[in-house]
Structure formats: C-alpha cells, structure tokens
C-alpha cells in the first residue's frame, strides 16, 4: 500500500521538479502517494513544518532559518530546485521610475517571506524607506492572483517568481525592471531549502531519503531536457510556451540540479536574518541542517569541493 504524503510549497508556482516527479510517476514507483499542498508565506508554511502538520516540503531559506532560530521544530535536507535566489522586480507599466513607487502599496508573498526581506533591501538602496514612502502587502493567498491585482491597480509593483514575471509581460500587465541581484547589491542566498519536520525525520529516515532523491532526479532531468522543462511549465501552470521559454531562460542560472546546499549562501542567509534583527544570534550553519543528512546536502566538504 502507498504511503500517503504531502510536499509543502509556500506558492503556488513553487515546486516544479517535485510537481514533475508526481506526474511521471516517479514517487508512485517509490511506493509514495505525494500530494503538493500550498501554504502561502515563509512564516505561515514554517509554523506548519513545526507542528508537524507538513511533514516535509520547502520554503525560502530566510523565513525558514529565523523560524528554526525562534525554536521550529524542523530542518534543512537538501536545496530545492531554485538553489539561487531568482525573484524578478514586476512594475506595474505606468510606473516610470523608482521616485514614481512613492506612495503606492507594493506586494510581498507574505510579511517575513524572503520577497519581503529583499523588498525593504531594495527600495532603501535607491533611496525609498519601506515603512514611510511605500505601503507593503503581505499578500498570503491573493499572490495566486498577483496578475489580477496589478490589474485592478491594487499592487504597484512586487518581488516575484517565475512564470509570474514572463506571463504578466506578455499579457502586458507588468514590465520586468530585472533581477533583484541586478537592481541591488544583496547578498548571494541559498534560495530554497527541502526541509523535514524533526520528529518525522527521526522515525522515517529512509522516507525523506527516498522523497530528496526523487526531486534531485527530477531537478536534473528538467536540466538537461530544457525543451520538457519548458512544455511543462506551459502544461502544467496553463500559460503560453512563448512565456514558459522567458520564465525558463530567467530561472536557469540560478538552479542547481544536485539538490546540494550552497554553503556561503547559507551563511549568508544567517547574516543577513541576523543583520536585519530577525534572529538574535548568528548562528553556525550546522545547527539548521539535519545531522545526519549534513554529508549529502553539500554543507562541508562537499560544499566546498
């Protein structure tokens, strides 16, 4: 009999490799019945890890690290497809210049999501304070409807993932100002973290082994056969190809197919949590990453080799 499972995502467009996997069959093959369940929000999706609710899934490293920092009961096995941070800076067409971002209301996935952390980031380099000229939404389960809001002129502008950026464009509803690694000196991250809930870790060892793999099989399949990669992202979220091929050449850079941990990046991520007062102490990388898994997630030697 399978083993009836969920996968947590923090959006809807997250976990394309595991979503992948499902459909192959792959985790069917393992004796795994997984099922992708969304929480929207890197806050909102820790507390679930926590309380066992979500047994196993991924999220954003910022949120995830300060969750474990306040003493969430989960942690870190692995990267998730994403191993860098690719979120794109979507403006809404009228907005001309960042001076013309004053007094709109801007989105984020969620209030302490890793969209948020890299918004305030971004606006104070080019000169916007966060909490006086610009109003943030944290937008939970409307970010599904991140298209429709720009519409509306609810939104003017948000921190997002691919497809979301590409398919806006082409609908012409956004227009992309780039990367926020080329709109701000932010630090490098590991982006997304496969995490498991600590007491699900200690009684099924074997079973988030086996879930990993699967998505890291899946993350270098998507690799090396982009043509599949992009008719899925197509398929699979409903958008045109010619879209699906922009969100795909936006988001390769910044994958890595080994489902193994950037090392400096998550370090990083700890400073940078800690630099903006969201953990109290900087701690080692070690201490988030699960003890037994820290050979395979690449923290150590294989990090570094």
Same mark, same amino acid.
């Given at each position: 009999?399978?083993?009836?499972?969920?996968?947590?995502?923090?959006?809807?467009?997250?976990?394309?490799?595991?979503?992948?996997? +499902?459909?192959?069959?792959?985790?069917?093959?393992?004796?795994?019945?997984?099922?992708?369940?969304?929480?929207?929000?890197?806050?909102?999706? !820790?507390?679930?890890?926590?309380?066992?609710?979500?047994?196993?899934?991924?999220?954003?490293?910022?949120?995830?690290?300060?969750?474990?920092?306040?003493? =969430?009961?989960?942690?870190?096995?692995?990267?998730?497809?994403?191993?860098?941070?690719?979120?794109?800076?979507?403006?809404?067409?009228?907005?001309?210049?960042?001076?013309?971002?004053?007094?709109?209301?801007?989105?984020?996935?969620?209030?302490?999501?890793?969209?948020?952390?890299? %918004?305030?980031? %971004? %606006?104070?380099? =080019?000169? &916007?304070?966060?909490? /006086?000229?610009?109003?943030?939404?944290?937008?939970?389960?409307?970010?599904?409807?991140?298209?429709?809001?720009? $519409?509306?002129?609810?939104?003017?502008?948000?921190?997002?993932?691919?497809?979301?950026?590409?398919?806006?464009?082409?609908?012409?509803?956004? /227009? !992309?100002?780039?990367?926020?690694?080329? &709109?701000?000196?932010?630090?490098? %991250?590991?982006?997304?973290?496969?995490?498991?809930?600590?007491?699900?870790?200690?009684?099924?060892?074997?079973?988030? /082994?086996?879930?990993?793999?699967?998505?890291?099989?899946?993350?270098? =399949?998507?690799?090396? =056969? $982009?043509?599949?990669?992009?008719?899925?992202?197509? #398929?699979?979220?409903?958008?045109?190809?010619?879209?699906?091929?922009?969100? +795909?050449? $936006?988001?390769?850079?910044?994958?890595?197919?080994?489902?193994?941990?950037?090392?400096?990046?998550?370090?990083?991520?700890?400073? &940078?949590?800690?630099?903006?007062?969201?953990?109290?102490?900087?701690?080692?990388?070690?201490?988030?990453?699960?003890?037994?898994?820290?050979?395979?997630?690449?923290?150590?030697?294989?990090? #570094?080799?």
């Amino acid at each position: 009999m399978a083993i009836r499972l969920d996968y947590g995502v923090p959006t809807d467009r997250s976990g394309l490799n595991v979503r992948f996997a +499902v459909e192959k069959g792959w985790f069917a093959r393992e004796g795994i019945d997984l099922d992708v369940k969304v929480v929207f929000g890197g806050p909102e999706i !820790s507390a679930a890890y926590d309380s066992g609710a979500l047994k196993i899934g991924e999220l954003g490293t910022p949120p995830g690290v300060t969750a474990i920092a306040r003493g =969430h009961r989960f942690r870190i096995v692995g990267s998730g497809l994403q191993r860098g941070v690719s979120l794109n800076f979507l403006v809404a067409p009228d907005v001309a210049d960042w001076n013309g971002l004053r007094g709109k209301t801007l989105g984020a996935l969620t209030l302490g999501s890793c969209s948020y952390w890299y %918004l305030r980031d %971004l %606006l104070a380099q =080019h000169g &916007l304070d966060p909490d /006086r000229d610009v109003t943030i939404r944290g937008l939970g389960d409307d970010y599904a409807n991140q298209l429709d809001l720009f $519409r509306r002129g609810e939104i003017a502008a948000l921190l997002s993932a691919e497809p979301n950026g590409a398919l806006g464009e082409y609908l012409g509803l956004v /227009r !992309s100002w780039g990367d926020v690694h080329a &709109l701000a000196d932010v630090p490098p %991250l590991q982006w997304v973290i496969q995490v498991a809930n600590e007491e699900f870790l200690a009684a099924e060892p074997d079973l988030v /082994r086996t879930v990993v793999e699967v998505t890291r099989r899946a993350s270098r =399949h998507l690799a090396l =056969h $982009r043509d599949e990669w992009i008719d899925f992202t197509a #398929a699979h979220f409903g958008i045109p190809r010619i879209a699906a091929e922009v969100a +795909v050449a $936006r988001e390769q850079p910044f994958i890595g197919i080994d489902g193994l941990l950037d090392r400096q990046g998550l370090e990083n991520a700890v400073a &940078l949590q800690h630099r903006l007062g969201a953990i109290a102490e900087r701690w080692p990388v070690e201490r988030f990453v699960a003890e037994d898994y820290s050979g395979w997630t690449g923290v150590g030697r294989e990090a #570094a080799e």
